[in-house]
C-alpha cells in the first residue's frame, strides 16, 4: 500500500512562501499525474493544482501566477511551491495520484496532510 506523507507547511505571514513537498513509498507508478488539493477548516477539500507524468500543469484560479506544482519521479516527490500567500490560502494541504483525465479522482488513500496557516 502507497503510502503519502506531506511536509512544509507553517505559520507565514501575508506575502510570504512557502514550499511544500510530498513523499511516497512504494511504487506510486509515475504514469499518473499528481495533484494538490487543500481543505480550510470547515470546508470541503479542493483541488489547486496537478501536473501529468509530461508535465503539463493546471491550477485552481485562486492561486494561479502564484504557486507553482513540480514533480520529480526519480524521488516519487511532488512539489508545491506557494509564494505571495495570503489568509484565504490557509488549509491543510494534501496530495494525491491522480487521473490526467479526470484530476478530481484520486487513486490513494490520504496522508495526513501538512497545515499552511496565513497570518501577521
Known amino acids: 500500500q502507497v503510502q503519502l506523507v506531506e511536509s512544509g507547511g507553517g505559520l507565514v505571514q501575508p506575502g510570504g512562501s512557502l514550499r511544500l513537498s510530498c513523499a511516497a513509498s512504494?511504487?506510486?507508478?509515475?504514469?499518473?499525474?499528481r495533484a494538490w488539493y487543500r481543505q480550510p477548516a470547515g470546508k470541503p477539500r479542493e483541488l489547486v493544482a496537478s501536473?501529468?507524468?509530461?508535465?503539463?500543469?493546471n491550477y485552481a484560479d485562486s492561486v494561479k501566477g502564484r504557486f507553482n506544482i513540480s514533480r520529480d519521479d526519480a524521488k516519487k516527490a511532488v512539489y508545491l511551491q506557494m509564494n505571495d500567500l495570503k489568509p484565504e490560502d490557509t488549509a491543510v494541504y494534501y496530495c494525491?495520484?491522480?487521473?490526467?483525465?479526470?484530476?478530481?479522482?484520486?487513486?490513494?488513500?490520504w496522508g495526513q496532510g501538512t497545515q499552511v496557516t496565513v497570518s501577521s
Open positions: 501536473i501529468t507524468p509530461g508535465g503539463s500543469t
Open positions: 512504494g511504487d506510486i507508478n509515475s504514469n499518473f499525474a
Open positions: 494525491n495520484s491522480v487521473y490526467s483525465s479526470d484530476p478530481f479522482r484520486t487513486r490513494l488513500p
